[in-house]
């Protein structure tokens, strides 16, 4: 399920695949009740990719936290490894459920951009979808859950 959705998500819009996720997955149905934040500072975001591992998610089972600052730039812990990094960062309320990071940072001495598209379940978690446009692996794609750590 999880691969044909990957094959989808490259070949159709965002908005769409959106849409088609969470009817084929039976994503809570409160998804539409509840609201994210308006501004990311002082909320780090606990990140899980919860694919498993191919070659086009090499970051299967990491789980990572994210903290923004108020001048648009943000911290990245991978927990699993310590491993740091840094970067510059824009976020948007696209609704008041789904809300758009798009990111720049040096991963591995590369160059990376990517968005993240948040979609909540409730207030303090929900599920993102990561999309890589530059950097180490291509294009690529992720799904995971994320947690709002107060």
Not at 28 to 55: D, F, G, H, I
Not at 56 to 64: F, Q, S
Request: with cysteine; glycine share 8%.
């Amino acid at each position: 399920m999880i691969v044909e959705f990957l094959v989808i998500w490259r070949r159709w819009n965002f908005q769409l695949l959106t849409i088609a996720y969470l009817l084929t997955t039976g994503f809570s149905a409160n998804a539409t009740t509840c609201n994210l934040m308006n501004k990311l500072t002082k909320r780090p975001l606990l990140m899980e990719v919860t694919q498993p591992y191919s070659a086009d998610n090499p970051m299967a089972g990491v789980l990572y936290k994210m903290v923004f600052s108020a001048d648009g730039k943000y911290d990245y812990h991978i927990l699993n490894n310590g491993k740091q990094y840094h970067g510059k960062y824009r976020y948007r309320l696209v609704e008041p459920n789904i809300g758009v990071i798009n990111a720049q940072e040096e991963f591995e001495g590369q160059a990376t951009h990517y968005t993240i598209t948040l979609l909540c379940g409730n207030e303090h978690s929900g599920v993102y979808f990561y999309q890589q446009s530059k950097g180490i692996g291509g294009q690529r794609v992720n799904i995971g859950r994320y947690y709002i750590d107060k």
